[in-house]
């Protein structure tokens, strides 16, 4: 190995030349903005995810909404509806009737994937109905249940109605009842025996009757869409681009502490054992040998199984697994420093083995320690989410291995939800190229072109 400079400023100055590191680099600050936006994000909502009843508002299991440019006919998003009239009169003494009006135009080829009602008041009902104009004047007319008053509903809820309304039009019963087919009911024409979406102007009415005067404190309307957000919805209807933010900061933090602990055990156990040679040299190699004999996953299955880890233990098992590579490394990297002249000079002066060890060794060991503590980071971040996909993961954590581990359990594959599979495994993908780029760059310059 020829003698250079060995300065910090100089192996700087080197990488910020070198295109692949720089790009890298640059790859990994975005990565690291993402990481502050994602820690920002309130921790009820966080919390919020592994709660199926929090996303009960959305569109579950729908592709994303960026689909609409290319298939506009095809996918849509969802329509928050507000009440273009309110209006109260009392018939009676003691009888109150609050009228809610909602009016949109549908110009949709498919019917909503589901419809939401959100009517919250300061009474109680004696009763709700809910009145559905079509644009051909047709109209359906439903009674709210007594346990749907004041809370948020959908069509699953008022389905009694609607399939007696599928039943007088179609003269059957649908097989499957699910909201996509209770919507079609709502939009679809009757002269159509409810095949073909009408287009044009709706109404819905809420009229609320009480015994007490109605004072209406929320009221909306959502005409659910068939596509969401950046990454769209899993079977729970959370947006999977969420998902995939909650999870990058775990996937950093695990993926870092690993390779930290992993390379740093590694180089100084195979620093040591390069440098001291002989029969020490052979106990080291031989327990290196021994851990590096053990299989990674069943060992990591097994413990966490029985430990129950956090995702501080979790990265410590798999360091413990993983530093004999860097050790083995970092010897062969010590044995070709041991052999120089100035090595040999030092030894002769009298300069003591410790003085030598971390004058010379130290320094040009130092520079590989963080090439591959970079490329030891996807190694990291593969495993762990291996793990959290065989559905051991610390607990109350967002990871992408996890959202995998979801996605196989609803068989997404076999449904066409691909959404659900290609985003959080592109992910682990995405998150590994900054750090294969930077431990690339950073090697070359300390070892040259070999």
Known sequence: MSKRDIGFSSYLKDFLHNKIGLAGLIILVVLLIFTGIALSVPSHVYASWNNPAAWSEYPEHVPPAWLSIFYPNKYFTTVKLSPTNVSLYSPAKNLYISSITFEFNWSKTLPAYNVYFIISTNASPIEEVLYWTKPDGNTLQINIPSEEFNVPFDLTSIRNNILSYISSITGKTPNIVNSTVLSSALFNSPKSNLTLTEEGKYIVKVEIVSSKQINVSKANILLLGNSYGLMGTDYFGRPLDLGVLLGLPNALEIGALTSLVSVVVGIIVGGISGYLGGNKDSLIQWVTLVFLALPALPFLVAVSFVTQPSLELEALLIAFLSWPFYAIIARSMALSIKSNSYVEADKLLGIPSYRVFFTHFM????????????????????????????????????????????????????????????FPGAMIVIVAIPFVLIGFAVERITLGER
């Open 363 to 422: 320094p040009r060991l130092i520079p590989i320690t963080v090439a591959y503590m970079a490329l030891g980071v996807p190694a990291g971040i593969l495993l762990a989410q291996t793990l959290a996909f065989l559905g051991i993961a610390p607990a109350n954590i967002v990871t992408w291995g996890g959202i995998l581990d979801a996605a196989e359990t609803y068989q997404a594959q076999v449904n066409g939800w691909w959404w659900w599979v290609v």
